[in-house]
């Protein structure tokens, strides 16, 4: 019987969550921040590659010492 109960409740919260859910909305500059977010968060392990990462500006000015040199 607590199978039962459990079971309905668990349900029933699970349909009341689905509705609440179908109401809510968020405003547009929202999700582009959170796009935008994502697609960072998404390609962090790239960072190295990006044209305008800190690590390769220093490399390519004369006279600036990579870490490895130290």
Same mark, same amino acid.
């Given at each position: 019987?607590?199978v039962?109960?459990?079971t309905?409740i /668990?349900l029933?919260a699970?349909?009341? @969550?689905?509705?609440? /859910?179908?109401?809510? =909305? @968020?405003? @547009?500059?929202i999700?582009i @921040?959170g796009?935008? $977010? $994502?697609a960072i968060?998404?390609?962090y &392990?790239?960072?190295?590659?990006?044209?305008?990462?800190? =690590? =390769?500006y220093? &490399?390519? /000015?004369p006279?600036?010492? =990579?870490p490895?040199?130290?």
């Amino acid at each position: 019987m607590k199978v039962w109960i459990a079971t309905f409740i /668990l349900l029933f919260a699970i349909a009341e @969550l689905f509705e609440w /859910l179908q109401k809510f =909305s @968020l405003p @547009l500059p929202i999700y582009i @921040l959170g796009g935008a $977010l $994502l697609a960072i968060a998404s390609n962090y &392990q790239y960072r190295g590659s990006f044209p305008f990462s800190i =690590s =390769s500006y220093k &490399q390519q /000015l004369p006279g600036s010492q =990579s870490p490895e040199d130290t």
